[in-house]
């Protein structure tokens, strides 16, 4: 496989990680399609995370990597890609706000000195509104509940306004009501021609909200829609045998 | 009383000791917000620790002690990390073996240098003896410092709090982490002359401390942090004067009891406020 068609916002070839002597990831070719919500779906410790960090180049990888096209430097450097941590990741203690934190998603549209100008400041009341989180705009980060946290990264994500959102476990300890209005942002990035993918450790879910699955077990099991990733053989192989009844 | 408490201002020395000791103080609580948020104390300590050699070869081959402060403590930043590479020990026990190698071999040269005298001030401070090459070394580092961190203050806490978003968005991390290294070697250096060696770690990480005990907000801990190390530098400094103790020793131990304060009454985490919001919430449940 080589070269990036217009419809691929992610094209990886031999993609591979490795931490010192465990390989985390091995040899995985794949395309991921653009204006679609694609899942990385597998157990913990099956490379999805490696993967993303790979693509978004924070992690030494093997095989090479193209983001709409570009070198993903390149695409990082033209405001292409955005990315919703993982919880465990974020110093929660961190002096700063809800608001702070979203602004951040300008920083890129703004000069040296990151000063939000009249759109910069709209973009970011526009998104907190989008996830419902305007009233918590000051509060401090730590202040918020995992699901207005999860909130906040993911309108980050929309004041960045990119072509490419890629979120790390979104819906890990997350309430019904935070996962509803991210699904709802998520789908309605679609509607926008964007891309998104999502790092999912389980299959709750799953089906409803992707339009296509790699399914990962330190390799690339599968790749296609949810009906065809998700058959009980596949699942019982990515999850064990036991997991073939959770979907 | 008025004399009494104007008396120092009438000095030269002590107006030259304020200045310097203000000037390193505030290039120090600027640094500190980012190296406690970011877990970095203990490379200040290092770092602080490490330039003794670059200062004391620097004396001796007559050149700026800034210069050989600057060398050695960006080559302590990258040797730290060689030996965490090569040897794969951890990060504590690689600064602990590059920092404490470096000022012994500093110590050495100390004491095989003919005028141990003015090395001496190196490590324990000279504020009220600076001369007009001190101030005016003091000044242009601090400066440079503070007009680096402040132009880059809004990247350097992206990258405090989410490298992989300030990566994702075409930010360089590495080459923001070294900005700060390198203002972290110049920094010791502006403050070499206020404390010395030894108590600069106080001025590197205790102003940052304080006001996270304080602010939630990153332009208010910088603010916080430059105003608490102001006033503790300022009561330290007239401390000395008049009871005739070390100065750097009373900026420190003033900067240590602003700590001590805040810990107690501070508004975000302070014990009295965690304790009567406890209170309060017995009295109500019960």
């Known amino acids: 496989m080589s070269g990036t068609a217009a419809h691929d916002a992610i094209v990886v070839e031999g993609l591979g990680v490795r931490y010192g002597d465990v390989r985390a990831l091995d040899d995985v070719t794949a395309r991921i399609r653009s204006g679609r919500i694609t899942g990385l779906v597998g157990v913990n410790g099956s490379g999805k995370s490696s993967m993303l960090a790979a693509i978004l180049e924070r992690v030494p990888h093997e095989g090479t990597v193209r983001i709409l096209g570009r070198r993903p430097a390149e695409a990082r450097r033209a405001g292409l890609v955005a990315s919703v941590p993982q919880a465990e990741s974020v110093d929660w203690d961190f002096p ?8 951040t998603g300008r920083f890129g549209r703004m000069g040296l000195l990151r000063i939000p100008r009249a759109a910069d400041r709209a973009a970011v009341a526009d998104a907190l509104e989008l ?9 401090q980060i730590g202040e918020l509940s995992g ?16 072509e490419l959102l890629l979120l790390d476990e979104p819906f890990a300890g997350v309430d019904r009501s935070s996962e509803a209005r991210i699904v709802s942002v998520l789908r309605g990035l679609r509607e926008r021609g964007r891309t998104v993918v999502i790092v999912h450790h389980d299959l709750s879910g799953v089906a409803e909200l992707v339009d296509d699955v790699l399914l990962l077990r330190g390799r690339l099991l599968h790749q296609g829609p949810p009906e065809e990733a998700l058959s009980p053989e596949r699942i019982a192989e990515a999850f064990g045998a036991g997991a073939a009844g959770e979907r | 009383m008025i004399d009494v408490l104007l008396a120092p ?5 002590m107006l030259r000791a304020i200045l310097v000791t203000l000037v390193a103080a505030v290039a120090c609580a600027l640094l500190s917000t980012w190296l406690v948020q970011m877990g970095w104390s203990l490379m200040g300590d290092a770092v602080s620790h490490a330039v003794l050699p670059g200062v004391a070869l620097a004396y001796i081959l007559g050149l700026p002690f800034a210069l050989g402060a600057a060398v050695f403590g960006i080559g302590a930043v990258a040797l ?5 590479a090569a040897s794969r020990i951890k990060a504590d026990a690689a600064i602990g073996v590059v920092f404490t190698t470096l000022f012994a071999l500093g110590l050495v040269i100390v004491s095989v240098t003919p005028a141990e005298t003015d090395l001496q001030h190196i490590l324990f401070g000279n504020v009220l003896g600076v001369s007009d090459a001190d101030i005016a070394q003091v000044l242009i580092v601090g400066a440079i410092v503070c007009v680096a961190l402040l132009v880059l203050r809004r990247d350097l806490t992206l990258v405090a709090f989410d490298p992989g978003h300030a990566h994702a968005i075409g930010l360089r991390p590495r080459l923001l982490h070294a900005v700060l290294l390198g203002a972290l070697a110049l920094t010791v250096v502006t403050a070499l002359q206020a404390v010395g060696i030894i108590l600069v770690v106080a001025m590197l990480v205790i102003p940052g401390a304080t006001a996270s005990l304080i ?11 430059v105003g608490i190390t102001v006033a503790a530098s300022m009561v330290g400094l007239l401390g000395a004067f008049w009871l005739d103790i070390s100065p750097g020793g009373a900026v420190v131990l003033s900067q240590g009891l602003a700590f001590g304060l805040a810990l107690l009454f501070g508004p975000r985490r302070g014990l009295v406020i965690r304790w009567a919001r406890a209170r309060r919430h017995a009295v109500d449940g019960g």
């Open chain 1, 96 to 103: 700063v706000t809800v608001r702070d934190v979203v602004t």
């Open chain 1, 131 to 139: 996830l419902g989180i305007a009233e918590l705009a000051d509060r």
């Open chain 1, 147 to 162: 699901g207005q946290r999860k909130r906040a990264f993911v309108a980050r994500a929309i004041a960045q306004d990119a």
């Open chain 2, 9 to 13: 201002f009438t000095y030269d020395f």
């Open chain 2, 80 to 84: 730290i990390g060689g030996v965490r």
């Open chain 2, 215 to 225: 602010a939630v907000r990153w332009d208010a801990l910088l603010a916080w942090s």
